[in-house]
Nanobody
């Protein structure tokens, strides 16, 4: 079994910062790609940032130069440092982990989501 657990969401003023954390645990052999997605009400879920085992990163244009993704491979954790937040960043943020289990199943696992609200 694999579990993905997020934390760090909350309410913040425009211009402020938040740090999201996500931990994957369970019968894990390897976590290949970890990433963050977000979804606002009535809108499509979109990729925010992702990171490979080797450290390659991808960012949505809307967050590039403001958000930074990082990960601790030994702990199967991924983080999202969000700076210069604005109300357009308000959404539910989801963690996704591309996991190879100890029984050689490969699946993308989702966290439960954490609410980020930015006030103007």
């Amino acid at each position: 079994q694999v579990q993905v657990v997020e934390s760090g969401g909350g309410l913040v003023q425009a211009g402020g910062s938040l740090r999201l954390s996500c931990a994957a645990s369970g019968t894990i052999f390897r976590v290949n790609v970890m990433g963050w997605y977000r979804q606002a009400p009535g809108k499509q879920r979109e990729l925010v940032a992702s990171m490979t085992l080797s450290g390659d990163t991808n960012y949505a244009d809307s967050v590039k130069d403001r958000f930074t993704i990082s990960r601790d491979n030994a702990k199967n954790e991924v983080y999202l440092q969000m700076n210069s937040l604005n109300p357009e960043d308000t959404a539910v943020y989801y963690c996704n982990a591309d996991v190879v289990t100890t029984t050689w199943r490969t699946l993308g696992y989702w966290g439960q989501g954490t609410q980020v609200t930015v006030s103007s």
